[in-house]
């Protein structure tokens, strides 16, 4: 029968076996939360979002709208607008003491975390266009990467589906897979991949609140994605990516 291999990895199976194959039953010391920050980037802390959030529209409404999004306004978003939706998807509520798990605004199994977040930014105010990576931990970004014609190679890299690099940003999730695979071992992988569905539910639901729109993308070339964003494909690779723009208005 075909894909039988592909419909395992949704299983519930292993679990038995974690005992035996997971890093931390044997006492192997949790990675990292976050990813390294190189030494000497510049950290661009963002901005506080209280005052834009008191105007965002309730939930319920926010449910009701969120549609994918394919097509958006000329003009980009705010620092505090991207502040906001990083917040929304990856932002650190509370690190456990013993610096194991970290709490996020996203549910994780095993409260695991195993993304990072990199923002090609097109059209942010304040943000000079080049592609930043995310520091979860200090609720802060640095410059990256940046390379000529960006928005080229991302459109190429995601198929052809120009609009992807039409909108203020691109938010690339990577995945760093041993980061669950110490506690779940090769439960790992499933979990990843409903972890995933989660934090760009919320950067739909977000963007509904603030007047963006988004568009989750999975039909992507996934060497072509990673080697972008100067990723090994192996220890980390990219898992997910969204567009995020203004919506149009009925005048734009
Ligand atoms: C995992 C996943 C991958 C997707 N990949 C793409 C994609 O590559 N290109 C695209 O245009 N839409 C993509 N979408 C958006 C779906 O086409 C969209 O959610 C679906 O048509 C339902 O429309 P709605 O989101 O407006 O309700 C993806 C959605 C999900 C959840």
Redesign the pocket.
């Known amino acids: 029968m075909r894909f039988l291999e592909g419909r395992k990895f949704l299983k519930a199976l292993n679990w038995k076996n974690i005992r035996e194959e997971a890093d931390q039953r044997r006492g192997v010391d949790a990675p990292p939360l976050q990813k390294r920050v190189p030494a000497g980037a510049k950290l661009i802390k963002l901005p506080d979002f209280g005052e834009l959030v008191s105007r965002s529209i309730p939930l319920v409404k926010a449910i009701e709208n969120?549609?994918?999004?394919?097509s958006y306004a000329e003009h980009g978003v705010t620092l505090e607008e991207l502040s906001f939706l990083l917040w929304a998807t990856q932002g650190v509520r509370k690190v456990l003491p013993n610096k194991v798990a970290a709490f996020r605004t996203v549910p994780s199994g095993g409260a695991r975390h195993a993304f990072e977040t990199y923002v090609y930014a097109r059209m942010i105010e304040g943000l000079d266009s080049a592609i930043y990576r995310y520091v979860p931990l200090d609720h802060a970004l640095y410059e990256y990467h940046n390379e000529e014609k960006l928005d080229s190679k991302i459109v190429d890299a995601?198929?052809d589906?120009k609009?992807v690099a039409s909108g203020a940003a691109v938010f690339f999730w990577s995945v760093i897979p041993y980061r669950a695979e110490w506690r779940y071992a090769s439960v790992a992988h499933k979990m990843l991949a409903i972890d995933a569905?989660h934090v760009?539910q919320n950067l739909?639901l977000a963007c509904e609140t603030i007047d963006c729109g988004t568009?989750?993308?999975?039909?992507?070339d996934q060497e072509a994605v990673d080697q972008l964003l100067k990723l090994d494909g192996i220890e980390e690779f990219v898992i997910?990516l969204a567009p995020v723009g203004k919506k149009k208005q009925s005048d734009d």
Not at 66 to 70: A, E, N
Not at 215 to 220: D, E, K, V, W
């Open positions: 969120r549609q994918s999004i394919r995601c198929l589906q609009f569905g760009c739909y568009c989750a993308i999975g039909a992507y997910y």
